[in-house]
């Protein structure tokens, strides 16, 4: 198993800033991709950004030039830097992560999800 812990989530004015963290931790050979999805009310859940374990990254439209993803492997931690907030910015954050583990019937690949970090962008 493996165990997704998310935090940073919170309340900030329209053109603020936060940070979000998403460490990775259980039973697992590596972490190939992480990245961030985020879900509104009534809406169904979106990537936001996502980033490969060689630093390839890809970003949805609405967040270009705004959220920046990074990486520390070596921690297998995920960061998005959420700069110039906007009021549809305000979600649930879900941290995202496909780990590689070896099996009795040798590797896979497997897919997890954190609990999710309530983002709220408001005046």
């Known amino acids: 198993q493996v165990q997704l812990v998310e935090s940073g989530g919170g309340l900030v004015q329209p053109g603020g800033s936060l940070r979000l963290s998403c460490a990775a931790s259980?039973?697992?050979?590596?972490?190939?991709?992480m990245g961030w999805y985020r879900q509104a009310p009534g809406k169904q859940r979106e990537l936001v950004a996502a980033?490969?374990?060689?630093?390839?990254?890809n970003y949805a439209d609405s967040v270009k030039g705004r959220f920046t993803i990074s990486r520390d492997n070596a921690k297998n931690t995920v960061y998005l830097q959420m700069n110039s907030l906007k009021p549809e910015d305000t979600a649930v954050y879900y941290c995202?992560?496909?780990?590689?583990?070896?099996?009795?019937?040798?590797?896979?690949?497997?897919?997890?999800w954190g609990q999710g970090t309530q983002v709220t962008v408001s005046s």
């Open positions: 980033s490969t374990s060689g630093g390839s990254t």
């Open positions: 995202n992560a496909e780990a590689l583990q070896g099996t009795a019937l040798g590797w896979r690949t497997r897919e997890y």
């Open positions: 259980g039973s697992f050979f590596r972490i190939n991709a």
